[in-house]
Structures are given as structure tokens and as C-alpha cells.
T-cell receptor, first 113, second 113 residues
Framework: GENVEQHPSTLSVQEGDSAVIKCTYS??????FPWYKQELGKRPQLIID?????GEKKDQRIAVTLNKTAKHFSLHITETQPEDSAVYFC????????????FGAGTILRVKS | KAGVTQTPRYLIKTRGQQVTLSCSPI?????VSWYQQTPGQGLQFLFE???????NKGNFPGRFSGRQFSNSRSEMNVSTLELGDSALYLC????????????FGPGTRLTVL
């Protein structure tokens, strides 16, 4: 079945620096890739998503890139702020399998001020 | 629109008991998916319901079951609880099935003693 690997498991950056989180998926049929942010004790919140017919998507300080050939996608956060500190999860989904999301293990992002 | 709601928010049960969790999706959303979140296994897909039919199922034992009502509200049931069932149970709703954007509820924290 589908497997999603996420790296790094923890990431510490200085406020204002950029952060990059990378994920690799195993099933080439995957065609939907969301990213969720989860703060302590809160629900996962969708921050950005990308579909397989698009190579890059940007929303203010957040961007996601997708490389279908290499089967990996990345989250880029620029000008990080302390409120960006949270756990970030990548996920992959295959259209034929409904809304089933396979998640990466998560990345703890700490932004130091 | 109101977001996804889940009840109860916290639950304490003992081994061998059964439990029922409830999820009310965003108005107009017909798909509800359930996920289990634990520190060791991360976020794992349990099942998805769409228009009262189970659309897909994850790799969980038959003790885990669910259903969906005509108003799209969903319940999941865990019978014969085990210590390892202690987790945060999250539901997510979306308008359609087929790799659609999902919005999570706050979760139900289940503790099995």
C-alpha cells in the first residue's frame, strides 16, 4: 500500500529564516497532497494542498512543490514567525481510494525568536 | 459555516467496554473520514463514509466500526476496548469523495484504563 516518508522529524530555525520539509510517497497513482499544521492540543488544520497536475502552489509565505517523477513533494515556509511553531504533516491520497489520506510521521517545527 | 464538531471531547473507559463517538460534518459535506492519532503510530486512516455507505477501510480490526446517517452525521464504535485503543480519534469532512479537501474536527480523546 501507499507509504509516505517525511523528513526531518524536528526542525529548529531562527525567526525570519526559511523552513523546508520534505516528503516522499511510494505509489505513483497518488494525485492529491495536502499539508496540515497541528498545534498542541488542537485539530490538524489544512494550510496548503496540491494536485498532481500542478508543479507548484503558493499562498503568501507558504509554498508547496511537487516532483512526480521523483515522487516527492516539499513544504516551504519563508520568513518564519514564532506562531509557525507546530507539528506539520504531509499526506497523500489516491483518487480511486476515496478520501483516504496516508500521512507522514510529522515534523516538529520550532521557530526561535 | 460551522466547522466539524465531535462529541464527546474526552472519554475514559475500562478494558472490555465499548464506546461510541460522534461526528457532525460541515453543512453540505457528505463525506466523513475517521482517523486515529497516537504518538507511536501517528495519524492512521480508519474508514470513510459517503452518502451512508462505507467508501473505504483502513487496516484496523473488526472491533472498529462506523456508520453514517442520512444527515451525514457519523458515528464510530469500538467494542471490547484494549489499552492500545487509547488515542485521539479525529473525524474529517469533505464535500465529495475522491481525494477531496478534508477539514478536521477537534477530536475525541479516548483513554482506556
Amino acid at each position: 500500500g501507499e507509504n509516505v516518508e517525511q523528513h526531518p522529524s524536528t526542525l529548529s530555525v531562527q525567526e525570519g529564516d526559511s523552513a523546508v520539509i520534505k516528503c516522499t510517497y511510494s505509489d505513483s497513482a497518488s494525485n492529491y497532497f495536502p499539508w496540515y499544521k497541528q498545534e498542541l492540543g488542537k485539530r490538524p488544520q489544512l494550510i496548503i494542498d496540491i494536485r498532481s497536475n500542478v508543479g507548484e502552489k503558493k499562498d503568501q509565505r507558504i509554498a508547496v512543490t511537487l516532483n512526480k517523477t521523483a515522487k516527492h513533494f516539499s513544504l516551504h515556509i519563508t520568513e518564519t514567525q514564532p506562531e509557525d511553531s507546530a507539528v506539520y504533516f504531509c499526506a497523500a491520497s489516491i483518487w480511486e481510494y476515496g478520501n483516504k489520506l496516508v500521512f507522514g510521521a510529522g515534523t516538529i517545527l520550532r521557530v526561535k525568536s | 459555516k460551522a466547522g466539524v464538531t465531535q462529541t464527546p471531547r474526552y472519554l475514559i473507559k475500562t478494558r472490555g467496554q465499548q464506546v461510541t463517538l460522534s461526528c457532525s460534518p460541515i453543512s453540505g459535506h457528505r463525506s466523513v473520514s475517521w482517523y486515529q492519532q497516537t504518538p507511536g503510530q501517528g495519524l492512521q486512516f480508519l474508514f470513510e463514509y459517503f452518502s451512508e455507505t462505507q467508501r473505504n477501510k483502513g487496516n484496523f480490526p473488526g472491533r472498529f466500526s462506523g456508520r453514517q446517517f442520512s444527515n451525514s452525521r457519523s458515528e464510530m464504535n469500538v467494542s471490547t476496548l484494549e489499552l492500545g485503543d487509547s488515542a485521539l480519534y479525529l473525524c474529517a469532512s469533505s464535500e465529495r469523495t475522491r481525494a477531496d479537501t478534508q477539514y478536521f474536527g477537534p477530536g475525541t480523546r479516548l483513554t482506556v484504563l
